[in-house]
C-alpha cells in the first residue's frame, strides 16, 4: 500500500520553531512602545484621536438608560408631585416650629441671666418663679405664680425681675402665691429721688405703665427723668433697686401736693419669670423671731402686717 504524503502549505514563519520567534519578536515591539510612551507620551494623540471615535460608542451605550429616566422623570404624575410637595411643606412647618421654640429658649436664658445678674450682692438666695395666671380686673393688679410655702416663699416677701421691683406675696399657699403688682391700686413702696435722696412714697394707680407720688409738695426737688429707688424703709424691699423713672411733674401754685407720675421699671405686663428673693435682713429675722403662743396666729418673716392688711409701705390713712 502505497501512502501519500501532501505537502506543507503553512507559512515558513509559522513552522515549528518561528511561532517562539515570533512572540518574541511582538513582545519586544510591545515593550518598546510601553517605554517611548512612558518616557516621551508618544501616544498621547493616539489616546486622543481613539476616545474621540469611542465617544459614540459610549453615547450609544449609555442612550437606554438616560432615555429611561428622562422619560419617568417628564411623566411623573401629578399625584406624585402633590404628595413630595406635601412631605416638603410638612417638614417646613416642624422646622419653623424648633426654631421658633429655640428662639423662645433663647430669650428666656437671656431673661433668666439678667434677673440672675440684678441680684447680686444683695439677695441671699433667689429662686425663679414662672406666673400661671394674671387677675383680668383692670383695677387689681394681681398675679399667681408657682411656688409657695413648700418652696419657702413667705407673705410679704419682694419679687423682681431684671429690670427693678415687680411686686410682693400677699398670701403664700403650699404651692402656689399670689403676688401683688406696684401697679396695683392698694399697693403703696417706699422710695427715695436718686438724684437727691428724697424720700417718699409710690402708690400704684391700677395702670401697670404708671405710678404716683402724691406726697411731695409743689417745692420738692424732683424732675422729669429722676430715677426712683428702693428706701429700703419697712423691711420688705432691699435698698437700692430700680422702681420706676420720673415722666411727668406738675407743680401748679393752686395747689399743695405736686401731682407726680412715674413709669415702672419693671414690665409688669409683660414679664412671664420673677424672682423670689431673700434678703439677709429677712433671713436673720426668720432666725430671731420670738416664739409664740399656741392658737396665736403666726407671720412670716418680712411680713410686719396683720392677718389681711394692705402691702407694707402703705401710708397711714
Known amino acids: 500500500m502505497v501512502t501519500f504524503r501532501t505537502a506543507d502549505t503553512r507559512p515558513i514563519l509559522s513552522r515549528g520553531p518561528a511561532a517562539g520567534l515570533r512572540f518574541f519578536i511582538y513582545a519586544m515591539l510591545c515593550i518598546t512602545l510601553m517605554w517611548l510612551d512612558h518616557r516621551h507620551n508618544y501616544l498621547d494623540q493616539i489616546r486622543h484621536a481613539t476616545s474621540l471615535v469611542t465617544y459614540p460608542v459610549q453615547v450609544a451605550v449609555s442612550s437606554p438608560a438616560n432615555l429611561w429616566s428622562w422619560l419617568q422623570q417628564t411623566f411623573t404624575t401629578r ?9 416638603l411643606l410638612e417638614e417646613l412647618r416642624a422646622t419653623n416650629l424648633r426654631l421658633m421654640r429655640f428662639e423662645a429658649l433663647e430669650q428666656e436664658n437671656l431673661r433668666l441671666r439678667e434677673m440672675r445678674a440684678a441680684t447680686t450682692g444683695v439677695a441671699e438666695q433667689v429662686m425663679v418663679a414662672e406666673i400661671m395666671r394674671v387677675d383680668l380686673d383692670p383695677f387689681r393688679q394681681r398675679a399667681l405664680i408657682n411656688k409657695g410655702t413648700h418652696d419657702g416663699v ?3 416677701q419682694p419679687l423682681l425681675d431684671a429690670k427693678g421691683i415687680f411686686g410682693q406675696v400677699t398670701r403664700a399657699g403650699a404651692f402656689s402665691s399670689e403676688v401683688i403688682l406696684i401697679s396695683d391700686t392698694e399697693h403703696a413702696i417706699p422710695v427715695q429721688i436718686n438724684r437727691n435722696g428724697l424720700r417718699t412714697i409710690a402708690v400704684g394707680t391700677g395702670d401697670p405703665n404708671r405710678l404716683s407720688l402724691p406726697f411731695l409738695p409743689t417745692n420738692a426737688d424732683i424732675q422729669t427723668g429722676d430715677l426712683l ?3 429700703g424703709l419697712g423691711g420688705v424691699f432691699p435698698p437700692g433697686y430700680p422702681v420706676g423713672t420720673v415722666t411727668q411733674v406738675n407743680t401748679a401754685a393752686v ?3 405736686a401731682e407726680i407720675s412715674a413709669k415702672p421699671a419693671a414690665a409688669l405686663d409683660r414679664d412671664r419669670e420673677v424672682l423670689l428673693i431673700w434678703v439677709k435682713q429677712a433671713a436673720e429675722q426668720k432666725d ?12 412670716e418673716p418680712g411680713n410686719s402686717v396683720p392677718a389681711d392688711p394692705a402691702p407694707q409701705g402703705e401710708p397711714p390713712a
Not at 288 to 298: I, L, Q, R
Open 79 to 87: 399625584a406624585t408631585l402633590r404628595e413630595r410637595n406635601d412631605t
Open 154 to 156: 413667705f407673705k410679704s
Open 229 to 231: 429707688v428702693t428706701s
Open 255 to 257: 395747689q399743695t401736693m
Open 288 to 299: 430671731t423671731a420670738p416664739a409664740t403662743d399656741p392658737g396665736t396666729e403666726t407671720h
